[in-house]
């Protein structure tokens, strides 16, 4: 059985972090864009809980602080697919604008 501090409480916004970088993996898929966005934001809360947690573990509980692990790595996650989708849709773009100005040169 597990020992738990009566006076312990959640670290904030553990939800909130864990539900970003959840959402900077969906995101992705928006051009990369928001995916990066979100997870900036998920890594900067998650390393503020972090903190907290790292001066004062007693205060907070367990399930807090796994979630705000879990958050952060969905939000290096995130970023990583993010970026990897944003640099394939600029290389798609000058690709085809490139293919393109070729092709019109062409039919004149």
Known sequence: MESTNVNQQDLPNHQLVLGLGIGSIVACCCYGIFGIILGIVALSMASKGLKLYAENSVMYTEKSHSNIKTGKTCAMIGIGLSVLY??????????YGALSITEMMNMY
């Open 86 to 95: 944003f640099i394939y849709n600029i290389v798609v773009f000058f690709l």
